[in-house]
């Protein structure tokens, strides 16, 4: 069992940047994939930053959309998920959601291979 609690969202002016946290708790040793989702009405939850948490080199994925702005990172001695969330656009808008695999998975964006979330937690870039 894995409890993962985000935060660090809020509202910010187009270009403004963002810090988003989560925090995980319980038996994380099976855990291979982190990933930050985000969710917009009207669409399909986007997985934007992933990392896979197991591996060697600790490889890193990222949405056309993000990549460049966001940059995804852990801190493995306090079982810690980042996003730093740079030049941020209005498209950036959604509930941002952390969330962790077991398995090891082909397509990192797929929301359906993700087995532990979090609640999730709102950005809203507007001026």
């Known amino acids: 069992q894995v409890e993962l609690v985000e935060s660090g969202g809020g509202a910010v002016q187009p270009g403004g940047s963002l810090r988003l946290t989560c925090a995980a708790s319980g038996n994380t040793y099976d855990t291979w994939y982190m990933a930050w989702f985000r969710q917009t009405p009207g669409k399909e939850r986007e997985g934007v930053a992933i990392?896979?948490?197991?591996?060697?080199?600790?490889?890193?994925y990222y949405a056309d959309s993000v990549k460049g702005r966001f940059t995804i990172s852990q801190d493995n001695a306090k079982n810690t998920l980042y996003l730093q969330m740079n030049s941020l656009k209005p498209e950036d808008t959604g509930l941002y959601y952390c969330a962790a695999a077991t398995d090891v998975i082909q397509n990192v964006y797929h929301a359906r291979h993700y087995n532990y979330w979090g609640q999730g937690t709102q950005v809203t870039v507007s001026s």
């Open positions: 990392i896979a948490v197991r591996s060697r080199t600790k490889n890193t």
